[in-house]
Structure formats: C-alpha cells, structure tokens
C-alpha cells in the first residue's frame, strides 16, 4: 500500500509505503454516493491506497485483496485522528511475521526483525505522548 502524501493522519508519518499480509479477504469499502466519493477525495481521507509493486494504485488481486472502491486500504476523518484499517498491521509487528521472512533474511542478514506493522503503533503512541 501506499500513504496519500497529503493524508493529515499523524499515524502514517515517516511512511511512504507498507506491506501488510492478507488475512481473511478484509473488508472492502462501498461507497454510497459519488457526493461521500468525491468528498474523501477531496478532503485526501482515502489515506492509504492499494498499490502494485511500482507503487502504481491497483483494483487487481493480490495487490487490492477486497476490491475496494478508490482502492482504499484506510480511511480517516478531517482531522486524521480517526484512522481506519481494513489490513491488520498487528500482523506484522515482526519480520517473523511477513511470510517470506526466511527468503528476506537469507538476502539480508542484518534486516531489521521490526515489521512493517509495528511503524504505525510506533507513531500512535508517539503522538499520544506529545499530546500529553
């Protein structure tokens, strides 16, 4: 997936891209008019988009698992505090986790044990504690 760069949610900072594994189809985003569409267009609350390998946003699956409209992986509100998911990032917290970690560990001996996943609660509790 990708980050729309413009996204006001201060729980994606510092990512560009992520990869999350599928778990169980997720949920797929319908969206009820093109009013609400081209309000989270508008508005860049559609803050994580289905991407392919080049970054390119895609409908196809693997890369989009749910087909969800605007390829929408996350939505948030106008203030990019209500931040919704429909990937797991607790399903990757660890290398571990991702299920290539033996391939990507064979190629990279020193990779980071972190998974992409952990990122963003990284960034929540940071945010929580500057708010303090």
Not at 26 to 38: Q, R, S, T
Not at 106 to 123: A, D, T, V, W
């Amino acid at each position: 997936m990708k980050v729309n760069e413009n996204s006001k949610s201060p729980f994606l900072k510092g990512i560009e891209t992520l990869f999350l594994p599928v778990r169980h189809g997720e949920g797929k985003l319908i969206i009820k008019n093109e009013k609400i569409k081209k309000s989270i267009i508008g508005k860049n609350l559609n803050c994580l988009t289905y991407c392919d390998e080049n970054g390119n946003e895609t409908d196809k699956y693997p890369q989009n698992p749910n087909g969800s409209e605007l390829n929408c992986a996350a939505l948030t509100d106008e203030t990019g505090q209500i931040f919704g998911m429909m990937p797991h990032p607790e399903a990757f917290l660890s290398l571990y986790n991702h299920p290539n970690w033996t391939q990507m560990k064979r190629k990279n001996p020193h990779i980071s044990e972190e998974g992409e996943g952990l990122e963003i609660f990284k960034n929540i509790v940071e945010y929580i504690h500057r708010k303090k």
